[in-house]
Nanobody, 114 residues
Framework: QVQFVESGGGLVQPGGSLRLSCVAS????????MGWYRQAPGKQRELVARVSTTGTTTYADSVKGRLTISRNNAKNAVYLQMDSLKPEDTAVYYC????????WGQGTQVTVSP
């Protein structure tokens, strides 16, 4: 059973940056597309970025140009570089496999506030 452990969140001012990390347990990490999701209070969880097995990336329009997803298969890890953060980026961030969702980790809280 694959498990995800997210880290790197925190409190940051508007315009600031954070780098999130997600480490997956188990094998076969490299054969799956990976994604970062977020869930803001009172809203549904949404997919904001994904990276394919070949490194192709796609982003939600709301984060395009500000968030960058990457992966390191040797470390079973996926990252999310977050720049030019806005208050509306405030949410709990999770990683998972968009093509075959599995159990969710605990997530990491990102709060963007003056």
């Amino acid at each position: 059973q694959v498990q995800f452990v997210e880290s790197g969140g925190g409190l940051v001012q508007p315009g600031g940056s954070l780098r999130l990390s997600c480490v997956a347990s188990g094998s076969s990490f490299s054969v799956y597309t990976m994604g970062w999701y977020r869930q803001a209070p009172g809203k549904q969880r949404e997919l904001v970025a994904r990276v394919s097995t070949t490194g192709t990336t796609t982003y939600a329009d709301s984060v395009k140009g500000r968030l960058t997803i990457s992966r390191n298969n040797a470390k079973n890890a996926v990252y999310l570089q977050m720049d030019s953060l806005k208050p509306e980026d405030t949410a709990v961030y999770y990683c998972n496999r968009p093509t075959i969702l599995v159990g969710w980790g605990q997530g990491t809280q990102v709060t963007v506030s003056p």
